[in-house]
């Protein structure tokens, strides 16, 4: 009987160890299941990283390509007829203001020059004769020695005399400024850049064949065409830098003097003056230059990163992180700088944006920041 008893003692101790043990394993496996579906929630939740926009935008450089010009830049054309009889420069020589350049023969200048002297000096003659006729006319007339109308002649024939001659004397001083254009001289300083001529050439006054051109290079004019959209960025008299790629690093300084004030309706732009100092000569006319404007950025506007930007089918959004939820919002683009953008509208510089939103970001989903 106390056997039975034992046994049955041993037996309901076991079974209540093993009943335990089994209580142990399954609320333990149960606790495991709920932190891994606490973890698992969590996880599924995605993480992003947020940037603050700054205030303002960067200001902008315009570089725009420009043509070089000289500042004066001008054919030489003969004013006389005749024959090249010696050219004193080339291309490439630097002259002076008033330095001979060439010299033309004129053989039938001079014989005019000649006969319109001696023609001259016979009206000078004729006059002299009239004027002394006139004065005993004059004297007669008032002894009554010949009629008032005899007179009158006499002295209506010295004023002819005198057209004739001063006539003449115009005719001579027309001629002598035909010969003096004999000496082709600079009209100012420059260089010259062509020489269309040689020795024994015949020169014909008013033909459209240039003896030479002669550019002034000490100062340049830069003309560039300024986008419409920057035409309010051109202020003149601001100082703006110029680059040539066959000068790299190389930077020089140029002014901005004056712009068409118009927008021209073929291309759009707004064609702009800059003028340069080259005293040494380095940048040459015709030559390629580019021109850099500084555009001051808009204080309204914010700037963000460009990788924040979303491209979506109803438009351009911004993923914000308000309340652990994100938010789409509609942004107006200004600027592109590159690695970042300016944006007009629609963000302040509270707002927290999402850096490489994921294409799936959905509106209203909740998140983690980083």
């Known amino acids: 009987m106390k056997n039975n008893k034992g046994i049955f003692v041993f037996t309901a101790s076991v079974t209540l160890l093993i009943g335990f043990i089994i209580y142990r394993g399954i609320g333990s496996r149960v606790n ?23 205030l303002g935008s960067p ?3 315009i570089v725009l390509p420009g043509n070089a010009q000289a500042f004066t830049d001008t054919p030489i054309y003969a004013r006389t007829n005749g024959y090249l009889k010696s050219w004193h420069v ?25 006969q319109a002297e001696a023609d001259l000096n016979s009206a000078r003659a004729t006059l002299n004769i009239a004027e002394i006729t006139n004065n005993r006319w004059q004297k007669l007339v008032a002894k009554r020695a010949v009629s008032l109308q005899e007179a009158d002649q006499a002295k209506s024939d010295v004023v002819g005399k005198q057209a004739i001659v001063a006539a003449g004397e115009a005719n001579v001083r027309r001629l002598k400024q035909l010969q003096d254009f004999e000496k082709v001289t600079a009209p100012f300083d420059g260089v010259i850049t062509a020489r269309n001529t040689d020795i ?20 340049l004019r830069v003309y560039t065409p300024v986008p419409e959209v920057d035409a309010a ?14 000068y790299p690093g190389h ?17 759009r732009t707004l064609n702009v003056e800059v003028d340069v100092d080259n005293p040494t000569g380095r940048l040459l006319p015709g030559a390629y230059i ?18 924040t930007l979303l491209f979506r089918s109803e438009g351009l ?16 683009i200004g600027h592109d700088f590159g690695n970042a953008v300016e944006v007009l509208s629609g963000l302040s510089v509270k707002d927290a944006v999402v850096v490489d939103p994921s294409d799936s970001l959905t509106d209203g989903a909740l998140v983690h920041t980083q």
């Open 32 to 54: 495991a299941e709920a932190a891994l579906t606490k973890e698992t929630d969590a996880a599924a939740i995605p993480s992003v990283t947020v940037v603050h926009p700054t």
């Open 59 to 61: 200001s902008q450089e």
């Open 90 to 114: 080339d291309i490439g020589a630097r002259v002076h203001q008033g330095e001979l350049l060439a010299e033309i023969e004129t053989p039938e200048l001079d014989q005019q020059l000649q």
């Open 200 to 219: 024994g050439a015949l020169i014909t006054a008013g033909s459209s064949k240039e003896l030479f051109h002669l550019a002034s290079i000490q100062q």
């Open 233 to 246: 960025a051109v202020h003149n008299g601001e100082r703006v830098t110029l680059t040539q790629d066959a």
């Open 251 to 267: 930077i020089f300084s140029g002014t901005i003097v004056r712009n068409s004030n118009a927008i021209d309706q073929a291309t």
């Open 290 to 307: 580019f021109v850099h404007f500084r555009a001051p950025g808009a204080s309204h506007s914010v700037t963000i990163p460009s990788n």
């Open 317 to 332: 959004r911004v993923g914000v992180v308000r309340n652990d939820h994100i938010q789409l919002l509609p942004v107006t």
